[in-house]
């Protein structure tokens, strides 16, 4: 399936659950003291402290992590985590990114 069915159905759990979810949250890029919010954009992040990036391919590639340790430096968090609805196994898809 495509990523956004992922993102609508995981939001709504997350919702569900008593979490505060937002969807296709800019993720702003400053650059001398100017800021730019058409740069990036996240899948969910929850209660304002994680972010989650979601995939639905077959293989993750480094760019894939590379692109959530960007997303958390640029909004300050310090997890994030990245989640490929396309592997095997879920727990295969699951990778937790630190800043």
Same mark, same amino acid.
């Given at each position: 399936?495509?990523?956004?069915?992922?993102?609508?159905?995981?939001? !709504?759990?997350? *919702?569900?659950?008593?979490?505060?979810?937002?969807? $296709? #949250?800019?993720?702003? %890029?400053?650059?001398?003291?100017? +800021?730019?919010?058409?740069?990036?954009?996240?899948?969910?992040?929850?209660?304002?402290?994680?972010?989650?990036?979601? !995939?639905?391919? *077959?293989?993750?590639?480094?760019?894939?992590?590379? $692109? #959530?340790?960007?997303? %958390?430096?640029?909004?300050?968090? +310090?997890?994030?985590?990245?989640?490929?609805?396309?592997?095997?196994?879920?727990?295969?898809?699951?990778?937790?990114?630190?800043?």
């Amino acid at each position: 399936m495509l990523e956004t069915v992922y993102e609508v159905v995981l939001a !709504k759990e997350l *919702e569900n659950r008593g979490h505060r979810v937002r969807r $296709q #949250v800019p993720v702003p %890029i400053v650059f001398r003291e100017l +800021r730019f919010d058409e740069g990036f954009r996240a899948d969910p992040i929850v209660d304002d402290r994680l972010l989650i990036e979601l !995939k639905s391919v *077959e293989q993750l590639a480094p760019v894939h992590g590379k $692109q #959530v340790l960007t997303y %958390i430096r640029l909004l300050n968090f +310090r997890l994030g985590l990245l989640v490929n609805f396309g592997a095997a196994l879920f727990k295969q898809g699951v990778k937790r990114v630190a800043n």
